[in-house]
């Protein structure tokens, strides 16, 4: 496990390099969950308009690098809901050689301290079904299924 795990906020520069990486990642989510390709880049045109206007992150919200012993090793997007006592994880991810070392878990903790500082009284966020992986962690650190979406392919 990696003991020196970081938030260290991201710089405008960062943010535009991540914002197109970020977002592909998240339309391929979209087509991964079962949206076809059109559903799926409006879904993702409509989170970029939303939080990313003119390419800069809303205010209120807060980006980061997850650095652990010094090395870039992911990102976390957190940020209030429309009511700011209930703060959500809008993106998390660890880089696949990052992986299986513990990060997830600890940078969720992080995430979890975040929210308090800004004044949470609860933490949510959207995981794919299928993402048994991340479902799994999830679970293990006290989150509660608070929604399902289901779907059935004709």
């Known amino acids: 496990m990696t003991d020196d795990v970081r938030l260290r906020p991201k710089t405008a520069a960062e943010t535009a390099a991540w914002l197109p990486v970020a977002m592909a990642a998240y339309e391929q989510a979209r087509r991964d969950a079962g949206e076809n390709a059109e559903q799926a880049a409006v ?19 807060l980006l980061f690098t997850v ?22 994880i ?7 050689s ?13 995430a979890e ?11 949510r966020l959207n995981v794919f079904g299928y993402n048994t992986p991340a479902i799994r962690l ?6 509660e299924t608070a929604a399902i979406h289901m779907q059935k392919v004709l």
């Open 138 to 143: 999830y679970e293990s650190l006290g989150y």
């Open 98 to 110: 990052h992986r299986r070392r513990g990060l997830g878990s600890r940078v969720m903790q992080l």
């Open 113 to 123: 301290d975040v929210a308090r500082e800004q004044g949470a009284v609860n933490l």
């Open 43 to 61: 879904g993702r045109r409509a989170s970029e308009d939303q939080y990313f206007p003119d390419g800069r992150l809303v205010d209120g919200h």
């Open 90 to 96: 809008w993106d998390v991810a660890i880089h696949e």
């Open 67 to 88: 650095e652990a012993d010094g090395d870039d090793a992911g990102w976390l997007w957190i940020g209030p809901m429309s009511d700011p006592a209930n703060w959500y």
